[in-house]
């Protein structure tokens, strides 16, 4: 039962574009939306999190906008760069779910020079 | 660095053997968590402990796995009579649960072949 969908799979930008990844959950017991960075062979790093109680959050280029009746919320990458290429997942928990993430299936992200 | 730390890297193993991984968490972090990562996927929960208290272990995928932190501080995960279909990267992750709890940390995994 995949509780939290990410979209698109793969994505290409160019340098210096704008990259968009979307992810929707079900179950509102969540309250904790994490988004990790994985390169190839490592594991995870946490990059941006957001709690429902806010509907935008900004660190440097990385923002994550949430949208909690629609029970959405998107990355927005600015002003990509070919060392952002990597995967990415959107996540979502917190204390009333069990302290588990449960994460979404990834999108491969490709930006070209 | 002291992030979470697993060990071994890579472990290649034989169908039926059993094999054990060794997880340190960030060293303030009393909560610690296992999860599993095929190829493709994103991380899949296992099971959690704060402290030694192991207090979700229902996404166990079979009676095959376990996982232990007997002391609080470093967990194994145990696989008995390994299948060909347990290979992944079993990552662990570390939180406190002192500094808003749900910030996980993840370590480099132990990617497992079973042959």
């Known amino acids: 039962q995949q509780q939290v969908k990410q979209s698109p799979q793969s994505l290409i930008v160019q340098k210096g574009g704008i990259s968009i990844i979307n992810c929707a959950y079900e179950n509102t017991a969540f309250d904790y939306f994490p988004w990790y960075q994985q390169f190839p062979g490592k594991g995870p790093a946490l990059l941006i999190a957001i709690r429902p109680d806010v509907s935008e959050k900004k660190e440097g280029r990385f923002t994550i906008s949430f949208n909690k009746s629609a029970k959405q919320f998107s990355l927005h990458i600015m002003d990509s760069q070919p060392g952002d290429s990597a995967t990415y997942f959107c996540?979502?928990?917190?204390?009333?779910?069990?302290?588990?993430?449960?994460f979404g299936g990834g999108t491969r992200l490709m930006v070209k020079p | 660095d002291t992030g979470v730390s697993q060990d071994p890297r890579h472990k290649i193993t034989k169908r039926g053997q059993n094999v054990t991984f060794r997880c340190d968490p960030i060293s303030e972090h009393n909560r610690l968590y296992w999860y599993r990562q095929t190829l493709g996927q994103g991380p899949e929960f296992l099971t959690y402990?704060?402290?030694?208290?192991?207090?979700?272990k229902s996404r166990l995928l079979s009676d095959r796995f376990s996982a232990e932190r007997p002391k609080g501080s470093f967990s194994t995960l145990e696989i008995q009579r390994t299948e060909q279909g347990d290979s992944a990267m079993y990552l662990c992750?570390?939180?406190?649960?002192?500094?808003?709890?749900?910030?996980?940390?993840f370590g480099p995994g132990t990617r497992l072949l079973v042959l």
């Open positions: 996540a979502a928990g917190g204390n009333n779910a069990g302290n588990m993430l449960t």
């Open positions: 992750a570390s939180s406190s649960n002192t500094q808003g709890g749900e910030t996980q940390y």
């Open positions: 402990f704060q402290n030694e208290a192991q207090l979700e």
